[in-house]
């Protein structure tokens, strides 16, 4: 095995494993942390929403969040002469890509508009601020982890082809 070679699987699977991090970021808010916060009242729903968009602003998960767009790209690259895996490298590419452009277009303008609000305990209408976020920012956040969903298993079946051919 050469070292492109080794390089090329390195990278298709920290783009795999970072990706599948990301799918696995949404899908937990999607199923577990809004419905759990759909519960709450109106200013505890922006509390508590005001401080996960704050901390989780870290290096970590920027990080993982950055680096699995350039992972793939790089992974596009490395793959671009490799038939029955560049395909599945660049959908899965493609559909980072978008989620990456959903959490940035509209996400985290939604973040942003929340933590202009201010102290959940001086806003005056917190059912206004809560229905402005709720709502959009659930069904986007749904849509970025069905596409991150989607480039992991695009990701999964790419380095399945890319192991085959290294087998042959």
């Not at 920012?137 to 991150?148: D, I, K, P, Q, T």
């Amino acid at each position: 095995m050469t070292k492109t070679t080794r390089f090329t699987g390195g990278v298709l699977g920290a783009a795999t494993v970072a990706t599948g991090l990301m799918a696995g970021s949404f899908y937990v808010f999607g199923c577990a942390v809004m419905p759990a916060l759909a519960r709450s009242g109106d200013r505890t729903y922006i509390e508590v929403m005001q401080n996960i968009n704050d901390v989780i602003q870290n290096p970590v998960f920027l990080l993982v969040f950055m680096g699995a767009l350039a992972l793939t790209g790089l992974a596009a690259w490395w793959t671009r002469r490799q038939q029955g895996v560049r395909g599945w490298v660049l959908a899965a590419f493609v559909a980072y890509a978008l989620a990456f452009v959903v959490t940035s277009a509209v996400n985290v303008p939604l973040n942003d508009a929340l933590a202009a609000a201010g102290d959940p305990a001086r806003i005056a209408d917190p059912a206004r601020v809560r229905d402005r976020f709720e709502g959009p920012w659930v069904a986007w956040n749904v849509a970025r982890a069905v596409l991150c969903t989607v480039a992991t298993g695009c990701l999964v079946r790419a380095a399945v082809g890319w192991a085959r051919r290294g087998a042959r």
